[in-house]
C-alpha cells in the first residue's frame, strides 16, 4: 500500500501501464472487470483511467461509507465529454455538478414531476396505452407470433412519457417509432462510452475523431435536438385545440418567459433542452430495460413464471375482458415485487451508478479519497457477491421475502436507483411504471419461447453503456390462456 505525507494511505491499485493506466483491463463491460479486480484489490480500490483516478467500491459497507457518511463530500459529477454533449453542457440533472442550479433544478422536477400525486395523475394515460398494447398484443396471440419485447417495452413507455411530460402524441413528430429506439439507444451508449478525451484531456479528442466516436455522437445530438425543437415548436404554437391544461414544457416555457433565475443564472432553452434529454433518456429506457430482464428471467425460469403469474390471476381475480390492472391494485402483488427487486440484484440498469466526483478529502476503511477522484459504485458486483447473497447466480424471488431490504438507497446490498443525495429523483414514477407494466402483461398474456428456442438457451448478454441493457432482443410468443 502506498502511502506518502501528504496523500495518507492510499487504496489498493492493480498495476497499469504508462500513461494508460488500468484502461485496457476495463473490456467492454467494465462492471465485469471492475468486479474481477476487485476481487483481488478489495472493495476500495483505486484505478487509474488514462489520466484520471478512480475509486471504485464494491461491498454493501463501503457504498455505505460513500453514498451515506460521506455523501457530501463526493455527490458532484466529473465533465465528461459523453454527457457534456448531450447535458448542453452539464445542464441537466443528472450531470450538473453539485451547486444550487442542481439543488433548484431537481427540486422543481421533483414537484412538477416526480411527486406521488404528479404520477398518480398519468395513471389514465398509462391506462390507455396498455389499453392498446394488449389489444395488439392480443392479435398476435392469435396468430402465434412472436413478439419482440424489448422494443414493444421500449415504445409503450415511449408513448406513456412523450403523453405525460410532453403533452404531445409521439406519432407525427419528426421522429418514427423506429428511428427513435435506435436513437435513444444510440444515445445512451454514448454517454456511457468511455471516452478518450475523458481519459487524456489534451490528446484524446484526436482518438475520438480517429475511432468515429465523435461523429457518432455529434449525428445522434443532432437528431434529438431537431425532435426537442420541434417539440417546443408544437407548444409555443398558440390555440392548440388538443390540450386543456398546461404540462411540463409549457411550465418550463413560462419561467423562462419570465427569466425565472435557477442557482447560477436565467434558464435559457438550452437548460430547457437538458432537462427533457433527462426525462426522455432517464424516463424511457431505464423502465423498459427493467422490464425486459424480467422477462428475460421469468422465460428462463418458469417456476418463478408461474408462480408469479398464479399470485397477479388469484389476487386480481376474474378478467373481464382487457380488463386493465390499476397502480392501486399492484400493492398486493408481493410477490411481483420480489421478482422484480430480483431482477435489479442481477441486472441493475446502471451497474456503475453514474460517476461521482469527490469535493473534499475524506476516508473510507482509513483510506483517503483525494478530492477530484473519480468515483463508481460497483452494484453489478454487489449484487453477485456471495458473501452478501446465496447462490448469486440463481435467480430466486423467495429470497428477499423474510428480509426488509428494499430498493430505496437506504439498504446498500441492492442499490437500483443508487443512493445519497444524487438518488435516482423518479424512484417512485421508475418502479410504478416496471410494477404497472409487468403485472398487465402476466395478468393478460402466457409467454413461451418461439419454435426451436430453448429455456437453457436464452442469451443474458449485456451490452454496456450508461446503462446495461440486454444485448439481443428478446422474442417471446403471448398465449391467450383460455380461462381469461
Ligand atoms: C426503473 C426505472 C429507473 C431506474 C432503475 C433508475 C436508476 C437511476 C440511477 C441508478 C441513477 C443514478 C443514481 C446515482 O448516481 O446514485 C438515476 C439517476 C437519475 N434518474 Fe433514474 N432510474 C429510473 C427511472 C427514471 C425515470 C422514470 C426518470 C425520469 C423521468 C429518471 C431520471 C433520473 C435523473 C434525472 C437522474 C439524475 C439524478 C441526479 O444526478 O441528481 N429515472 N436513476
Not at 39 to 62: A, Q
Not at 80 to 109: H, M, P, Q, T
Not at 199 to 228: C, K, N, Q, V
Not at 336 to 362: A, D, Y
Request: contains cysteine; proline residues 5%; glycine residues 6%.
Amino acid at each position: 500500500v502506498k502511502r506518502t505525507k501528504q496523500h495518507g494511505r492510499q487504496p489498493p491499485s492493480p498495476p497499469g501501464l504508462p500513461l494508460i493506466g488500468n484502461l485496457h483491463q476495463l473490456g467492454i463491460l467494465p462492471h465485469r472487470s471492475l468486479w474481477e479486480l476487485s476481487k483481488k484489490y478489495g472493495p476500495v480500490m483505486l484505478v487509474k483511467l488514462g489520466r484520471v483516478p478512480t475509486v471504485v467500491v464494491s461491498s454493501p459497507e463501503t457504498a455505505r461509507q460513500v453514498l451515506r457518511d460521506h455523501d457530501l463530500d463526493c455527490c458532484s459529477r466529473p465533465s465528461v465529454e459523453g454527457a457534456r454533449k448531450f447535458s448542453y453542457n452539464y445542464r441537466d440533472i443528472a450531470f450538473s455538478r453539485y451547486d444550487d442550479y442542481w439543488k433548484e433544478l431537481r427540486k422543481l422536477c421533483v414537484r412538477e414531476l416526480f411527486s406521488t400525486k404528479q404520477v398518480n395523475l398519468i395513471q389514465p394515460i398509462k391506462k390507455t396505452e396498455m389499453k392498446k398494447l394488449i389489444t395488439s398484443i392480443t392479435e398476435s396471440a392469435s396468430e402465434e407470433t412472436p413478439i419482440n419485447l424489448s422494443e414493444t417495452f421500449l415504445s409503450l413507455n415511449v408513448n406513456v412519457v412523450c403523453k405525460a411530460s410532453f403533452g404531445v402524441s409521439f406519432q407525427g413528430t419528426v421522429l418514427n417509432n423506429e428511428k427513435f429506439q435506435g436513437l435513444v439507444n444510440e444515445a445512451i451508449e454514448m454517454m456511457g462510452s468511455f471516452s478518450a478525451s475523458d481519459f487524456f484531456p489534451y490528446t484524446g479528442w484526436i482518438f475520438d475523431r480517429f475511432t468515429g466516436l465523435h461523429a457518432r455522437r455529434e449525428r445522434s445530438m443532432r437528431d434529438l435536438d431537431a425532435f426537442y425543437e420541434q417539440m417546443i415548436d408544437l407548444h409555443l404554437q398558440k390555440n392548440r385545440e388538443d390540450r386543456s391544461e398546461d404540462d411540463f414544457v409549457d411550465l418550463l416555457l413560462k419561467l423562462e418567459k419570465e427569466e425565472a433565475v435557477l442557482g447560477y443564472g436565467k434558464l435559457t432553452r438550452n437548460h430547457i433542452k437538458a432537462i427533457l434529454m433527462n426525462i426522455l433518456l432517464g424516463g424511457i429506457n431505464t423502465s423498459a430495460i427493467t422490464m425486459t430482464w424480467a422477462m428475460a428471467e421469468l422465460a428462463r425460469n418458469p417456476r418463478v413464471m408461474k408462480k408469479v403469474q398464479s399470485e397477479i390471476r388469484e389476487k386480481i381475480g376474474e378478467n373481464k375482458k382487457e380488463r386493465i390492472i390499476s397502480l392501486d391494485e399492484t400493492y398486493q402483488l408481493n410477490y411481483l415485487k420480489m421478482v422484480i427487486k430480483e431482477t435489479w440484484r442481477l441486472h441493475p440498469v446502471s451497474p456503475l451508478l453514474v460517476p461521482r466526483e469527490v469535493t473534499s478529502e475524506f476516508k473510507i476503511n482509513g483510506y483517503t479519497i483525494q478530492p477530484k477522484t473519480r468515483l463508481h459504485v460497483n452494484t453489478w458486483g454487489i449484487g453477485r457477491d456471495p458473501q452478501v447473497w446465496k447462490d448469486p447466480e440463481e435467480f430466486v424471488p423467495e429470497r428477499f421475502m423474510d428480509c426488509d431490504i428494499e430498493a430505496n438507497g437506504q439498504h446498500f446490498e441492492l442499490l437500483p436507483f443508487g443512493g445519497g443525495r444524487r438518488i435516482c429523483p423518479a424512484m417512485y414514477m421508475g418502479a410504478t411504471t416496471v410494477e404497472f407494466g409487468l403485472a398487465n402483461l402476466l395478468y393478460q398474456f402466457d409467454w413461451k419461447l418461439p419454435e426451436g428456442a430453448e429455456v437453457e438457451n436464452i442469451d443474458m448478454d449485456e451490452a454496456f453503456g450508461l446503462t446495461a441493457h440486454k444485448k439481443h432482443d428478446l422474442l417471446l410468443v403471448p398465449v391467450k390462456p383460455l380461462d381469461l
